[in-house]
């Protein structure tokens, strides 16, 4: 097999290409970016239907919307897009053949169906029981076969990826340990595997409970095994989008992380207990047993906080090492003034580093505390959360590396680079919004999955504060700006990589702007360790972590005050 792959060389990062690598992150690529694309508009009338004053959409067209949105932005896009960065961090980072590129195929293949499938169901009518899929509330049969059948073709791409792994290592692809992007590729692929597990566990009984083979689906039962994977899912969203935010920085910077040692142990960390943050969504159920819940949201969750916070150092602090490694050492910031913000790629990977610590991260840590989530389980500040994480975090960073794909990967030219370059400033910002506005609105009580806020067509009224409206308000004129940014993103892809002049053979292009000169090595640590800018930066993030925890206890003090 070995003999019958076809390379090619890369003039930029001087890496060996796999053809058939190469074909299957174009694929996958691509079907990530048209999923986003459909999640990201049925994302927009959602927003507007919350939006009071707009109040687009009626109420079944809301809940057929929030769960198509749920499915394709929250599983579909990330995942196809995941395979792509598997394959790309296993067989062109090693210079290694993709192991089994036939099974690689059916990996593909049996995600779109089964993505099409979910979607069919759901556009049918009669499948709208939202991302989670509560039992009992039920769907047609189609809707969690093809579930099912997306899942199994997810884990076929990690056995692939796991696969080539072992390919690079027996044919000595590479000198030493795997790259640091590897090895966070592979924390992505093994979380996967659990992920995924599970969510076949669960599923596939109530598949058959939708078809009436089984009676009766225990729904504590279900809601603890499907977190397992709903959560576990953008756990794998996490290792890869921390990843990406080391490979950007090699390629763009040629920054090299301050210690590989600690940058592992932090994925090492993700792998041991980044699953336990699962039980934030189940502090509030009677049948679970407080024992159970403290040791999930305290001993066992902080570790994975502590791996989420020595990335939140090393990442910024492998960049600003380059930097000052450049010239750039006067004062604190000119480092940061003077990195290549006109490259998409940087601007994007900062801008998600930072929204997804300061926003998701701090925000996960409060949902994770127990006696602080039960002001706000079921509320909006939940999805105002993980939009912190998935939107802010993940999808941003997979938006910035897709600039580096397309003349790496694709080798085609970059078209509409002013549209890029002002893209995830637009999107990132939005996306802020969306969740810091569902937070806020959360705080104040807003439903997590009501339909009307203004609860016009109840029996019985309930009113929300006024700031909860303009809250909700403010969260709709986001989603737009969010909206504008995903879709000049989606057009600046397609149009790239469909009608971008396409790159000579040995033409080294990387579309912008960098500070560096080429990939940095492979494996190794940086010689530079004065971060003294890095260090302001994650005492600035402290102080908002703190301040921010604590007022949430005082909110908590004032729903059950002591006389």
């Known amino acids: 097999m070995g003999a019958t792959a076809v390379f090619r060389t890369c003039p930029t990062t001087g890496l060996k290409v796999d053809r058939d690598a190469e074909s299957l992150i174009r694929w996958n690529a691509v079907a990530a970016v048209v999923f986003l694309a459909i999640g990201g508009t ?3 009338t959602v927003a507007l239907t919350r939006w009071p004053a707009v109040h687009l959409l009626p109420p079944d067209w809301f809940y057929l919307a929030l769960t198509a949105h749920g499915l394709d932005a929250l599983l579909v896009w990330v995942i196809f897009f995941e395979m792509a960065v598997l394959y790309f961090a296993s067989a062109v980072v090693l210079n290694s053949r993709i192991a089994t590129p036939k099974l690689g195929w059916v990996q593909f293949w049996l995600m779109l169906i089964g993505a099409l499938m979910t979607n069919v169901a759901v556009l049918q009518g009669d499948s709208s029981v939202m991302f989670t899929s509560y039992v009992p509330l ?39 340990s ?3 992007v590897t090895f966070g590729a592979l924390t992505a692929a093994i ?10 566990i669960i599923l596939i009984p ?41 490979l950007i920085g090699a390629v763009v910077l040629g920054a090299k992380p301050l210690s590989e040692k600690v940058s592992r142990f932090a994925f090492l960390l993700y792998i041991l ?68 913000w006109s490259n998409p790629a940087f601007s994007g990977m900062f801008l998600s580093l930072v929204f997804f610590g300061f926003v998701g991260g701090i925000s996960g840590v409060v949902l994770g505390t127990e006696q602080i989530n039960l002001i706000m389980h079921n509320t909006i500040y939940v999805p ?98 969010a909206a504008i940014g995903g879709a000049m993103y989606v057009i600046v892809t397609v149009a790239s990589v469909f009608f971008g002049r396409k790159l000579a053979e040995n033409e080294n292009y990387l579309g912008f702007a960098t500070a560096g000169e080429g990939i940095a090595p492979t494996y190794g640590s940086s010689k530079h360790h004065a971060i003294p800018g890095t260090v302001v930066l994650v005492a600035i993030f402290f102080v908002a972590f703190v301040l921010y925890y604590f007022v949430n206890w005082k909110y908590l003090s004032e729903v059950w005050p002591l006389s």
């Open 42 to 44: 049925f994302a927009l």
């Open 384 to 481: 105002g959360h993980f939009h912190g994480t998935v939107v802010c975090g993940t999808t941003l960073a997979f938006m910035a590396v897709t600039y580096l794909l397309i003349p790496l990967v694709f080798r085609r030219e970059i078209k509409f680079k002013k549209m890029a370059q002002l893209q995830p400033w637009l999107f990132g910002i939005g996306a802020t919004g969306i969740s810091m506005f569902m937070m806020g609105a959360g705080t104040l009580g807003v439903a997590r999955r009501h339909w009307d806020i203004t609860f016009a067509d109840a029996p019985m009224g309930f009113d929300y504060p006024a700031a909860a409206f303009l809250m909700m308000g403010l969260n709709g004129l986001s989603a737009v700006l």
């Open 138 to 176: 039920q769907a047609s049969p189609l809707f969690y076969l093809g579930i099912i059948v997306f899942a199994v073709g997810a884990l076929i791409g990690c056995g692939v990826f796991f696969g080539t792994l072992v390919v690079a290592k027996e044919e000595k692809t590479y000198q030493g």
């Open 273 to 340: 207990f980044l699953q336990y943050a699962s039980a934030h969504h189940l502090l509030a159920e009677p049948g679970v047993s407080a024992e159970w819940k403290v040791f999930n949201t305290s001993y066992a969750m902080y570790l994975a906080v502590m791996g989420s916070m020595i990335h939140g150092m090393t990442v910024p602090g492998a960049l600003e090492a380059a930097q000052r490694a450049r010239g750039y050492t006067n004062g604190l910031f000119e480092w940061l003034r003077k990195a290549p």
């Open 206 to 246: 109530t598949w058959l409970w939708s078809m009436g083979l089984v009676s009766t689906i225990d729904t504590l039962m279900y809601k603890l095994v499907w977190w397992a994977m709903g959560h576990s899912s953008q756990q794998i969203n996490v290792a890869a989008h921390v990843s990406v935010w080391y």
């Open 178 to 180: 795997v790259p640091l």
């Open 191 to 200: 979380i996967a595997v659990f992920t995924l597990v599970s969510g076949a």
